[in-house]
């Protein structure tokens, strides 16, 4: 079974630090994306991999960074959290493109 | 941009009963997926239709896709409590930049009740 793993289930963050968020799939997938998904919203592509080193934006990606250094990790960082960016985050990977993608177990983001 | 549409946002019904949801999108697609998301945690997919495909099957689930009305539904037959849970459809599509996006709907909350 595909794994995805992310490095928390629940933060609490201050405004202005910096936060890292981390997922790791155990897949060899080449695609790994992430979102975040608030009430009324629905779910919002942040940014997304194709492969290693290769980033590319996705619908809202104002404030957010990402690394892919590795295949199998793709980080989030937020440069300076700012209250509007409390919100669940998911990271998903899949194989290739045109198939289905495989979530995290989310990460609940609090900004005080 | 909004792609997806499922209807109703939110289905109460009892146990033993069929729940029917709806997804309605704009423009063509190369494939649509239905995935389930419980309370608090991430999505599970659950079925991929391809664009030449009418319908697909999957235990208790049965998905058809209507090219022509650009429409989706989601069976669950003899639902259970354990479905209860949020459900959204996601499209698969070419972008007019030529690029691939998937897109999700805004869901619909399941209620299953014992």
């Known amino acids: 079974d595909v794994k995805v793993t992310q490095s928390s289930r629940y933060l609490v963050k201050r405004t202005g630090e910096k936060v890292f968020l981390e997922c790791v799939q155990d897949?060899?997938?080449?695609?790994m994306f992430w979102y975040r998904q608030d009430p009324g919203l629905g779910l919002r592509l942040i940014y997304f991999s194709y492969d290693v080193k290769m980033k590319e934006k996705g619908d809202i990606p104002e404030g957010y960074s990402v690394s892919r250094e590795k295949k199998e990790r793709f980080s989030l960082i937020l440069e300076s959290a700012s209250t509007n960016q409390t919100s669940m985050y998911l990271c998903a990977s899949r194989r290739l493109p045109w198939v289905e993608q495989f979530f995290g177990p989310g990460t609940r983001l609090t900004v005080l | 941009s909004q792609q997806g549409e499922e209807d109703p946002q939110a289905l109460s019904i009892q146990e033993g009963e069929n729940a029917t949801m709806n997804c309605s999108y704009k423009t063509s697609i190369n494939n649509l997926q239905w995935y389930r998301q419980n309370s608090g945690r991430g999505l599970v997919h659950l079925i991929l239709?391809?664009?030449?495909?009418r319908e697909k099957h999957s235990g208790r689930l049965r998905v058809t896709l209507d090219t022509s009305k650009k429409s989706s539904s989601l069976l669950i037959t003899a639902s259970r409590a354990a479905d209860t849970a949020s459900y959204f459809c996601a499209t698969d599509s070419l972008t007019q930049g030529g690029s691939e996006k998937l897109v999700f709907g805004k869901g619909t909350k399941l209620t299953v009740n014992p």
């Open positions: 239709i391809r664009s030449n495909e």
């Open positions: 897949m060899d997938h080449e695609n």
